[in-house]
C-alpha cells in the first residue's frame, strides 16, 4: 500500500492539530484550578519595582548625549 500525502491532506492534517492545539490550551486556560495564579500574575503589572532607578540620576536623551 503506498501511502502518499498530497497538499490537501497535509493541510487538513495541520487544521486538525491546530484545532487540538486550540482546544488543549482553551481546556488549560479555563480550568477552575488555575484560578488563583491567573489572579496573581494579573497583578505584576503593580508589584513595586526592586530596582527603582536613583533619585539624582540624571536622565538620559535619545540623541545619546
Known amino acids: ?37 491567573f489572579a496573581e500574575a494579573s497583578l505584576l503589572p503593580f508589584a513595586d519595582d526592586r530596582l527603582a532607578p536613583a533619585a539624582n540620576e540624571p536622565a538620559s536623551r535619545s540623541n545619546g548625549q
Open 1 to 37: 500500500m503506498d501511502f502518499t500525502l498530497d497538499i490537501g491532506q497535509l493541510r487538513g492534517l495541520g487544521t486538525l492539530l491546530v484545532a487540538i492545539a486550540f482546544i488543549g490550551l482553551s481546556l488549560w486556560v479555563f480550568n477552575g484550578r488555575r484560578d488563583r495564579e
